[in-house]
C-alpha cells in the first residue's frame, strides 16, 4: 500500500525530527531568557505537543511500507485510534495524569 512513499516519509520524518529539536531547543532557552513573542510561543507549543505525534505516525508509515498488508492495517487502525481520543479530551487528561 505505501511502498512508493517510503522515500518521501523517510525524507519527511528527517525534516519533521530537525523541526522538533530545533522548536524543542528554542522553547527550553526561552524558558530561561524569555524572548519569543506570545504568538511564536504559542506555535511552538503547539507543534511541541502535537509534532510528536506526527513523527511517531510519519515514521510508523515509513517502517509499515516495508511490511504486509495485514501490520498496515493494524498500524493505520492504532494511529486512528489515538488520533480519535486526542479529540475526547477527559480521556487525553486521564492518560497523562496516569503517566505523570
Known amino acids: ?9 523517510d525524507i519527511i520524518g528527517e ?7 530545533v522548536v ?8 530561561n531568557f524569555n524572548f519569543l513573542p506570545d ?3 504559542n506555535v511552538f507549543k503547539v507543534i ?10 510519519v515514521v ?9 498488508f495485514i501490520f498496515q492495517i493494524i498500524f493505520l487502525a492504532l494511529l486512528a485510534l ?3 481520543f486526542l479529540f475526547f479530551q477527559d480521556t487525553y487528561t486521564n492518560f497523562i495524569g496516569l503517566i505523570s
Open 1 to 9: 500500500m505505501f511502498k512508493g512513499l517510503e522515500k518521501i516519509f
Open 24 to 31: 524543542f531547543a528554542l522553547l527550553i532557552i526561552n524558558a
Open 39 to 41: 504568538g511564536v510561543l
Open 48 to 57: 511541541q505537543t502535537y509534532g510528536a505525534l506526527v513523527l511517531i505516525a
Open 82 to 84: 489515538i488520533v480519535v
Open 60 to 68: 510508523g508509515l515509513e517502517a509499515m511500507a516495508k511490511r504486509n
Open 15 to 21: 525534516i519533521l525530527a530537525v523541526v522538533l529539536v
